[in-house]
T-cell receptor, first 115, second 117 residues
Framework: DTGVSQDPRHKITKRGQNVTFRCDPISEHNRLYWYRQTLGQGPEFLTYFQNEAQLEKSRLLSDRFSAERPKGSFSTLEIQRTEQGDSAMYLC?????????????FGNGTRLTVT | DQQVKQNSPSLSVQEGRISILNCDYTNSMFDYFLWYKKYPAEGPTFLISISSIKDKNEDGRFTVFLNKSAKHLSLHIVPSQPGDSAVYFCAASAIAVSTGTASKLTFGTGTRLQVTL
């Protein structure tokens, strides 16, 4: 399977703890995106990278959130001091440079539950 | 502000009939539109797309229509099959001035389609 891989699939944590998620994109894709989805809503954009450069961050991404893509391959999303409102599905997607004939390919997400 | 709107949260259609899912957008800078399908516990899967220079794109049973003046697009599925039962998301993007390429996708809230026997 050469699709987008996310780890872990589920994470339960207590409020105040830090969590880190990993995303491995499709190997030839140089763009990587993070989205968040809550119940009854569509995916909301958080941030994206082209290779190792973080090109855009949403205002949804508070100071407690940080994303990295150190070598332009896999990416990590860290949430510090988690809050109950952080409970959501975190989706990673990749594409080839944002060309119109290269839509985003999503992973199956990491479901975060903050208790 | 919800720039991409899917006003019907759910739709039920009989197998073999046509399913029509609607989407409206407010941002006139959007010039590329996509539909994604999502099954439970899976990520969204790309279905079909259309650029603003076209008003129709067809792929098998799926056709997307774009009405730029009305800022409206629709997805037609003919004939509908039980395996089409899923949540369908409309998404849109614009050219990013800084890079000259498409940037992030903005999604609607989704329409849950149920195809009944």
């Amino acid at each position: 399977d050469t699709g987008v891989s996310q780890d872990p699939r589920h994470k339960i944590t207590k409020r105040g703890q830090n969590v880190t998620f990993r995303c491995d994109p499709i190997s030839e894709h140089n763009r990587l995106y993070w989205y968040r989805q809550t119940l009854g809503q569509g995916p909301e954009f958080l941030t994206y990278f082209q290779n190792e450069a973080q090109l855009e961050k949403s205002r949804l991404l508070s100071d407690r959130f940080s994303a990295e893509r150190p070598k332009g391959s896999f990416s990590t999303l860290e949430i510090q001091r988690t809050e109950q409102g952080d409970s959501a599905m975190y989706l990673c997607a990749s594409s080839q440079r944002g060309d119109y004939n290269s839509p985003l390919h999503f992973g199956n997400g990491t479901r975060l539950t903050v208790t | 502000d919800q720039q991409v709107k899917q006003n019907s949260p759910s739709l039920s259609v009989q197998e073999g009939r046509i399913s029509i899912l609607n989407c409206d957008y407010t941002n006139s800078m959007f010039d590329y539109f996509l539909w994604y399908k999502k099954y439970p516990a899976e990520g969204p899967t790309f279905l079909i797309s259309i650029s603003s220079i076209k008003d129709k794109n067809e792929d098998g049973r799926f056709t997307v229509f774009l009405n730029k003046s009305a800022k409206h697009l629709s997805l037609h599925i003919v004939p509908s099959q039980p395996g089409d039962s899923a949540v369908y998301f409309c998404a849109a993007s614009a050219i990013a001035v800084s890079t000259g390429t498409a940037s992030k996708l903005t999604f609607g809230t989704g329409t849950r389609l149920q195809v009944t026997l």
